[in-house]
């Protein structure tokens, strides 16, 4: 590929699309099933050195030292028909094809891994991933050392890696910087290391489970990468969005105007949460849990009185209607609701649109995790106060009833 392609989808494999944990357990048991503890522990033992050196998991070659110490060992030939013909699709996570094939829709898709020459190979030709992306595969020794081969190969504006190893996404972000969004799928043992997490920093987006992709469209992929904060955050912020126009919340009706972003904010967000929330309860985990007896746990929308008195009154309820949640609106908006509210659509369990919403505010210029951040310290002082106010109150009244007593 020659051409520039307005984006390009780079793919991780072992614990991003694969689950490279099970299959090592597997092959643990197998080995202890087949040849003992001991042997198991040994194989394990010499796995460890050339994984260091080299930084890819070398099974094959692993047992190739195997060998070298027990040379007349008649099981390697029955270890190595296992490893070679694993069954590395079953052990695809969830959604992986699905995520494959939406990127695909958007852009050129390239599986970007590290590995040996032949176990990497046919592990992604075994899992289906090699036809899935049409053939489009590098592997490297260190891909995070490669960056202008793969700018050779698949020449892009704007590229979309995702990866489980927070070490690789900074390397990487490091070189391309705002040509690049990272995706931190938190799947497998690098992602959940303590080490790794606290030394390198965030990556644009970060998902549990590679499936959450499909939550969001292109333009909040691209606008991930861009993200930056304004100048004299944070009143900039609360400046930008006092500016903007009024809007409509709901995805079928068009928008008052097209760069209005007023109050679409908070709505975008609940939208994202209750997707999310969704997502999760709608799960076949989940669902397990219920048939158990377990009973759902709805989500809260707290305090949706309307703050902007050019909006309407009743603006969140009609927003965040939506099944398995509780509204615990003011008395004053409950009143308005039995007045003139009418629902008659709910919040959809997918709202792509709030991906939308939160890119345009990413796009111009807003650092939403900025104002997050700004809003809950707000938010923390303010109860912080009130508790404070209340807990005085009752020490005073505690206090003129002793002296009445």
């Not at 996570?93 to 590995?115: H, K, N, Y």
């Not at 904010?265 to 929330?277: C, M, N």
């Not at 076949?284 to 050019?310: C, H, V, Y």
């Not at 005073?396 to 009833?401: A, I, M």
Request: proline share 6%.
């Amino acid at each position: 590929m020659t051409q520039l392609a307005p984006v390009v989808f780079l793919l991780d494999v072992d614990n991003t699309l694969l689950d490279n944990d099970r299959i090592g357990a597997d092959l643990k048991r197998h080995l202890t099933q087949a040849f003992g503890a001991e042997r198991q522990e040994r194989y394990w033992a010499i796995f460890e050195k050339p994984r260091v050196e080299l930084g890819y998991a070398d099974y094959l070659g692993v047992l190739q030292r195997y060998r070298a110490e027990n040379p007349r060992g008649p099981h390697f030939l029955q270890l190595s028909f296992y490893l070679l013909d694993y069954p590395f699709a079953n052990r695809l996570f969830p959604a992986s094809l699905d995520v494959i094939e939406q990127l695909r829709s958007w852009g050129p898709t390239v599986i970007l891994s590290d590995g040996d020459v032949v176990f990497q190979p046919r592990k992604i030709e075994r899992s289906g991933l090699f036809e899935a992306v049409e053939g489009h595969v590098l592997i490297y020794i260190h891909k995070e050392r490669e960056l202008d081969d793969v700018e050779k190969h698949y020449p892009a504006r704007h590229y979309v890696l995702v990866d489980d190893k927070l070490r690789i996404l900074t390397a990487v972000k490091k070189v391309w910087g705002t040509r690049l969004t990272t995706v931190f799928p938190r799947q497998g043992h690098h992602a959940h290391d303590p080490k790794a997490l606290a030394t390198y920093p965030r990556a644009d987006i970060t998902i549990e489970c590679i499936g959450d992709l499909l939550r969001y469209d292109l333009p909040a992929l691209l606008a991930a990468g861009h993200a930056g904060t304004p100048k004299n955050a944070p009143a900039a912020l609360r400046e930008q969005l006092d500016a903007a126009l009024a809007h409509n919340p709901f995805p079928d009706r068009p928008l008052a105007s097209e760069a209005g972003l007023r109050d679409q904010l908070g709505i975008a967000v609940a939208g994202q949460t209750y997707e999310t929330y969704r997502f999760l309860v709608d799960s076949p985990r989940w669902q397990r849990i219920f048939n158990a007896g377990a009973r759902r746990q709805r989500l809260l929308w707290a305090s949706t009185g309307t703050k902007d008195p050019e909006a309407s009154d009743i603006l969140y309820i009609h927003a965040l209607a939506a099944p398995f949640t509780v509204n615990t609106m003011p008395e004053a908006t409950l009143k308005a609701l039995a007045d003139h509210g009418d629902i008659r659509e709910t919040l959809p369990a997918r709202a792509r649109y709030c991906d939308e919403v939160l890119a345009k505010f990413a796009a111009a210029g807003i650092d939403i995790d900025a104002l997050a951040a700004q809003l809950l310290d707000d938010g923390a002082k303010s109860f912080d106060k009130s508790w404070n106010e209340l807990l005085a109150s009752i020490a005073s009244k505690g206090e003129t009833l002793k002296k009445a007593s």
